[in-house]
């Protein structure tokens, strides 16, 4: 069956680095979309990066524009989430997220926290 299982997350100091994997397994991860969402506490779900499956083109939300780097790894079924430079406002749910015309698959989130 269709899995995405996010990890990589935890608790880091403002200004630290964390590297989010989200390994892929059921279906034709290299045809996909790949993005990456979040949800902080009390707030709607926000796309925050996403790469294509054909150019490998990216885009960013202005928020994590500079600071966060998307890339996939097709051998490994494999999307990553570099975040350098880290703030408190980045603390979220991080889910992975994979579409293709009608298919849409989530993952089950992994945690950041920023905080000192």
């Known amino acids: 069956q269709v899995q995405l299982v996010e990890s990589g997350g935890g608790l880091v100091q403002p200004g630290g680095s964390l590297r989010l994997s989200c390994a892929a397994s059921?279906?034709?991860?290299?045809?996909?979309?790949m993005y990456w969402y979040r949800q902080a506490p009390g707030k709607e779900r926000e796309l925050v990066a996403a790469i294509r499956e054909s150019d490998l083109s990216t885009m960013y939300a202005d928020s994590v524009k500079g600071r966060f780097t998307i890339s996939r790894d097709n051998a490994k079924n494999t999307v990553y989430l570099q975040m350098i430079s880290l703030k408190p406002e980045d603390t979220a749910v991080y889910y992975c997220?994979?579409?293709?015309?009608?298919?849409?698959?989530w993952g089950q989130g992994t945690q950041v926290t920023v905080s000192s």
């Open positions: 059921g279906f034709s991860f290299s045809t996909y979309a």
């Open positions: 997220n994979a579409r293709r015309y009608d298919n849409n698959y």
